[in-house]
């Protein structure tokens, strides 16, 4: 009998591990030899999968948004009040653990990419679509409840949320003072106070 | 009488037209080959200045950087009040025109080469800390003026306008309803309001 392989579950494990080496090493140590030696397959069984470095790359770019949607469907699912989800959405994004630093370093690899070039820049500019999708219907969801004023300026909030959040994880990645910061108490929690103030009118 | 050549005049000429080919054509653009198309060099000039593309793109961030600390004394020389300097360097940082286009582009490419390699992280971390001491030098200089809170939290507004500010400026080259958002009137002022919000005490 011919041994059955699902193509689609290895391309994720393969996926997974260039996440895995990006959070141990940095995106400068994934290449398919050493996701070849990470995983125990074969350099020719990576090559068969993956085209390129760069075809690995955004196989892990596709996984950390896989994972990204997970989050955030579990965090809107999970009953918290609407200032909790805001403040989970804003630590699923942050670079507060190796998981969330490999996603932070993958998708600044794919901002830039797509700032060079056409081929990334729609898959980024659908991330960004569906977060800021996601803090919009928080925001509105706080507005219904009571948690939030309800003459919020959602546009303004929304937008501010997401400039704050990557602009403090970028910077994180690269500067110490900074991951320091992102990484004390409650700090999320003060970008969702940051974002209401943002938000205000009147 | 051999001709005299000033190879840092020169160098900087490159560096202006390595920033023009990426405002105008974006990141992917610039080779030392168009760089000699458009500068009128030949290739071998070039390649005498640059052993690589790599090399030009950070020429290119060094000259951004020598632009930006000019536009930094001017801002603080020009005697407005606090507010109004602040304003000032976040609108100088956000890509509202060709220049600055190219800035923010080089910058991202930076900050994402910072992420995977040490070697561009010294520069970039170099950049972070001259910005934050620019911001902070005006927020303390708005305290004592009394244009801004005398028990404002100084870090705190520091860090929020620096993530705003990047965030903003990363997300807008990516995604059009950014930058629409960005270019609309008052948005470097409404940055600053929130910024003095996060750093709101009592």
Request: proline share 2%; glycine share 10%; hydrophobic share 50%.
């Amino acid at each position: 009998m011919p041994k059955i392989v699902d193509h689609d579950e290895r391309r994720r494990e393969l996926a997974d591990v260039a996440l895995a080496l990006v959070a141990r090493e940095g995106l400068a140590a994934v290449t398919t030899r050493a996701a070849a030696a990470e995983s125990g397959w074969s350099t020719g069984v990576l090559n068969h999968y993956f085209a390129s470095r760069g075809d690995l790359l955004l196989a892990a770019l596709r996984r950390a948004g896989e994972l990204q949607g997970r989050t955030y469907e579990s965090i809107l699912d999970g009953g918290a009040d609407a200032r909790a989800r805001l403040t989970a959405v804003v630590e699923s994004v942050l670079p507060l653990d190796d998981r969330r630093l490999a996603m932070t370093r993958v998708f600044l690899f794919f901002y830039a990419e797509g700032a060079a070039a056409e081929g990334a820049r729609g898959e980024i500019e659908g991330f960004l679509a569906r977060w800021r999708r996601v803090v919009r219907g928080v925001l509105e969801a706080g507005c219904r409840e009571g948690t939030f004023p309800p003459d919020l300026d959602v546009d303004a909030a929304t937008f501010a949320l997401l400039s704050l959040s990557d602009g403090a994880a970028f910077e994180a990645v690269l500067d110490p003072v900074t991951m320091a910061v992102v990484r004390a108490d409650g700090f999320a929690a003060r970008c969702v106070a940051a974002a209401l103030s943002a938000g205000a009118t009147g």
